[in-house]
């Protein structure tokens, strides 16, 4: 990755004192990288245990007609119709399993659902019914499909790959007797992109399809640390990675303008290189959104928190249909915010200021907030689901199961003045700030697991609102970074450990400073929050942790069991060819005991950790205390992790798949 020099851009006529201080702000975080092809996946669902029949969760959703919406009910395992006139659910469509995500082409809905024998369900809108079900799928998550081409792309999110389903091999199926067709049959190709793919979005012109990776791919020790978004060539079919600004993280949503001209992305910002002392300003974690100019081939990212505020975990983003107005949903906050497009492009033009194509633009926090409107929605909580039609806005409180209706939104060009008489060009002027409440079904009455899950993904929680546990913790599991957190020194930044099972194997941390995953919990809020709860509030964060379900390996059958080369890994895992098990050893792969296994480096103050558990590893990279490791394969035959006499040298090639394999199922 090389460093060109920076470069500054100034837009504003004038600077007032709030916005020289964003003008220090912004000289310390622009910054301009150049992009590196890299080589070759939402936290968007909670722990299945956290689910109740009596809540519905809505996640996402799109208009049917002007009237009427499709939303998808991730706990309620189903797609509601509904009419915003009426208020009221007209039908609904059970699916069976829990949905991931969905996609609309015409008449057709693709639905994928579930993780180790997951499947794409596809409807007929208009009939209401599923047609046919692709079955077989580990974790498939986005999707996308070209008519042209008669394609359907859908990403496995845990596999971090792009599958090509050629649909005029699969037989039609009919509302009365839906086909069930193993995907494999209808499999043209898979194509790799980078780490847990979970959100595509394709061109009007079906030439392009953009996809959003949620976690980085980076030794979390290295000079960049980021997600990367992946560009689909439909022609070629090929895939081209472009990685973001440094610290940018949980890259959850990704859409395309109207146009074609734009692709928009939200995604956290995390300072991982700082000492994690305060909050203030977005010292730690930071929030935005990127914009791809598709013409220019270059991009401009944004942090959209002003200096006192932070916007919580950007979920869902999304521009109108005639292309005048841009809405990003904010999971953390209650909130929704709102720019106008042409005060947008006008802006990107002008802060860019290039054709080079080899170029990111970052800007920093404060620099944003003129620009956005934010609306707060005190009655939905986990706003994630976003549509936008002509006519108008719909945001889907997942917690809450209701929607905030906001009629049309206009978005006049306006200009302000400050106290000192100076101009500057702002957002606009909301026309209804106030939308109407529409509730899915009764409000949902949440047990302490509940409670516990939703304050687990609460930006109110942390002080000055910058980040939630969910931010570094997707899913409850890891953001891929290093974080130096105080509880053992400075200087020393450590891998994001997965919170799966945290409560059932102490110490906690990787250093083990904390005896169990209680105290750790109340630690957490209180030094990296700055914020206390009351003890029944840990409570329920507790029991929404030690709630957390596993998700099955990926190298596993679609049945559950082991592989005949995961069986011939097991043995070698348990003989004492290897000695891996000595230390990962019992229901949770771990002797919950420290050991000095030769990885300290010079900012360490000892060489003793954490032994981790290995259930889930398929999705804890990068590997070791450090993050120093990619894959399994750097960690054992490159870093020979564990090794004692040379044992791994005597691995045949064979064996070593066979190991891989297995950890890959554990």
Known sequence: MKYPAFRLNFGSPGLCPSALLGFCLFFLTFISVEIANAAPSADLTPADSSRDPAWLGPESMFFVTDDELCVMELDACRLDFVSLSRGEILQSVSLGTTPNRMFRSGNRLFVTCGDLNGEVIEIDLSARKINRRWTGMHSPWGTAFSPKRNILYVSRRFHGDILLLDLSRSPEGNPDSPASIPFETVLKKTLPVVREPVSMAITPDESQIFIANLLPLSRSNGPTVSCCFSILDTEKETIENRQLPDGCGSLRDISVSPDGKYV????????????????????????????????????????????????????????????????????????????????????MFRDMNT??????????????????????????????????????????????????????????????????????????????????????????????IRRGMIAFFDGERALEHWHSCVTCHPDARVDGMNWDLLNDGVENHKNTKSMLFSHETPPNMITGVREDGETATRAGFIHIHFKKMTEPEYCDVDNYLKALKPVPGIALNPDGTLTEAAKRGKRLFLSPKTGCSSCHHGKYFTDMKMHDVGTQNESDFDGMFDTPSLIETFRTAPYLHDGRYLTLEELLWEGRHGETDGNFEKLSEQERKDLIEYLLSI
């Open 355 to 448: 054709v080079n194509p080899n170029y990111v633009f970052f800007f920093g926090v404060g620099s944003f907030s003129p620009t956005l409107v934010r609306v707060k929605i005190p009655e939905l909580s986990g706003i994630h689901a976003l549509a936008m039609s002509e006519k108008k806005t719909v945001l889907g409180g997942y917690f809450s199961d209701n929607l905030a209706v906001f009629d049309r939104i206009e978005a006049p060009d306006r200009v302000q003045k400050s106290e000192l008489g100076l101009e500057w060009q702002t957002a606009f002027a909301l026309t209804e700030t106030r939308p109407a409440i529409l509730p899915l079904g009764p409000a949902p009455v949440p047990d302490s």
């Open 264 to 347: 928009f992305m939200v995604h956290t910002h995390g300072n991982h290189r700082t000492i994690t002392s305060q909050l203030f300003g977005g010292w730690t974690n930071r929030n935005g959104f990127t914009i791809f100019d598709r013409e220019r081939n270059g991009t401009c990212t944004y942090l959209i928190d002003d200096f006192q505020q932070g916007l919580t975990n950007p979920w869902s983003i999304q521009v109108s249909p005639d292309g005048k107005l841009l809405a990003i949903a904010i999971g953390g906050n209650r909130e929704v915010g709102f720019v106008g497009m042409n005060e947008l492009t006008e802006r």
